[in-house]
């Protein structure tokens, strides 16, 4: 009964409460992986769109006035086996005018630098300059095979979102630049597959999660123009010209949500005799929390809010179960059951990372085990915090939750951040 109880105040607190802070020492790591397009251009040649996100956090920024401001370089090479083809570079300044905004891991700066190529094979490798550090990053490399686009006459699937699509008034697809991949989320994103043929009148798209069969469907949605990435307010949209080959491009829905972590194969058919055109895509967990990338970590994390029986049973399962474990326990949460991804479960492990973090003390003491991180954890951000001295010139924090009426006030009695429970 105490463990429903806890449930129910957990999963309150997690819709209506206030939107959780997120620790700027988070240690999920930032990963730089372009996302490649290939789109056809006139004959033989192909235009293959390097696509790139910076977080702002691997940028330095200096203080210019009351902005601050950073100054980057990315520097593309496209080689064919040791030979180097063709290289570009594109510079990009950008200025805030909050320093907080510089370590918030969702700002990024993103762009597009596009080559022309011919039927081959290439790498394409990337460096990453900031101009104000002098400090250099290599991006993850990217083999290219355009003879087998040019071939088969089917271009690489580009990952949309189609509900957030203006631009300056007009509407176009914004494009997922996260990494060439798709977010593991409860939000759906879209598949526009460009073909070369506009007299094709559906596509047979198998999809593989992880080697297990998730979907073969049969779309026949679609439209026909040229196609080209374009910037807009710093975002990147699929949009239509006429300057470019004409494709049918057939749109996929309904199928992101229902994929987890880890690879996808598209075998993609214009007919039963025609041959399949294989892609591979990545569903990451974008900012997956540090707590829950360890299986065992993330079980024994429930004796917040767990009975310490059901957790040790948790425990006793074979270590390759662990995952499984856990997704069947939070299977029980979930608030949207029917996709993979179960925002209850997210919720609780971000706030496990944020008091880690936030509430770790001079002592050392983990932030997770002191009171003000058992509420957090339990609560999450509260509407109001104050701060006040007793008539001991203790520090007393006082945790307001409108929502709940909670009230949880805590002392500082040894001065070392060390705040522990009096009232709540």
């Not at 250099?136 to 979102?161: M, N, Q, R």
């Not at 470019?244 to 993609?268: A, C, D, M, R, Y």
């Not at 270590?319 to 608030?335: A, V």
Request: aromatic share 10%; hydrophobic share 35%.
């Amino acid at each position: 009964m105490k463990k429903l109880f806890l449930i129910f105040i957990f999963l309150s607190s997690a819709i209506y409460g206030q939107p959780r802070l997120r620790s700027d020492s988070s240690p999920n790591p930032l990963q730089i992986k372009p996302t490649i397009s290939v789109m056809p251009d006139t004959g033989k040649t192909v235009v293959v769109s390097y696509l790139y996100r910076i977080p702002y956090k691997l940028l330095v920024f200096e203080k210019a006035g009351s902005d601050y401001k950073a100054s980057m370089r990315i520097m593309v090479e496209v080689l064919k086996g040791d030979e180097l083809v063709v290289r570009d570079f594109q510079d990009k300044k950008v200025t805030v005018d909050n320093f907080e905004i510089t370590q918030n891991r969702d700002a990024s700066v993103q762009g597009i630098i596009r080559f022309k190529l011919q039927d081959d094979e290439y790498e394409m490798n990337g460096v990453l300059n900031d101009l104000n550090s002098e400090k250099e990053i290599k991006l993850a490399p990217e083999h290219v095979t355009t003879s087998e686009t040019i071939e088969s006459g089917i271009y690489s699937p580009v990952v949309v979102d189609f509900s957030d699509s203006n631009c300056n008034g007009k509407q176009f697809p914004l494009i997922v630049n996260h990494s060439g991949g798709i977010p593991f989320s409860s939000k759906e994103f879209q598949l526009v597959i460009p073909v070369a043929d506009t007299s094709v009148q559906k596509l047979t798209i198998e999809l593989k999660n992880n080697d297990d069969e998730v979907v073969t469907k049969t779309t026949t949605e679609s439209y026909v123009s040229g196609l080209t990435i374009s910037e807009c307010n710093n975002r990147l949209y699929l949009g239509k010209v006429e300057f470019n080959q004409p494709t049918k491009n057939f749109v996929l829905n309904n199928f992101s949500t229902q994929l987890n972590e880890g690879k996808v194969k598209l075998s993609i058919k214009e007919n039963e005799d025609s041959k399949s055109s294989e892609f591979t895509l990545q569903v990451d967990w974008i900012d997956k929390p540090f707590s829950l990338r360890n299986p065992e970590l993330a079980i024994e994390m429930l004796q917040y809010i767990e009975n310490e029986n059901i957790v040790d049973k948790m425990l006793d399962a074979d270590e390759d179960d662990y995952k499984d474990e856990l997704n069947e326990y939070w299977k029980k949460y979930d608030p949207t059951p029917n996709t993979k991804y179960n925002e209850l479960m997210e919720e609780y492990y971000s706030r496990i990372d944020y008091a880690a973090s936030k509430f770790r003390n001079l002592t050392k003491r983990n932030g997770i085990s002191t009171d003000r991180g058992k509420v957090y954890i339990k609560y999450g951000q509260p509407d109001k915090i104050e701060r006040s001295s007793d008539e001991y010139g203790y520090v007393v924090e006082t945790w307001i939750y409108g929502n709940n009426k909670q009230k949880f006030v805590f002392v500082d009695k040894d001065g070392t951040g060390n705040f522990i429970l009096v009232e709540g």
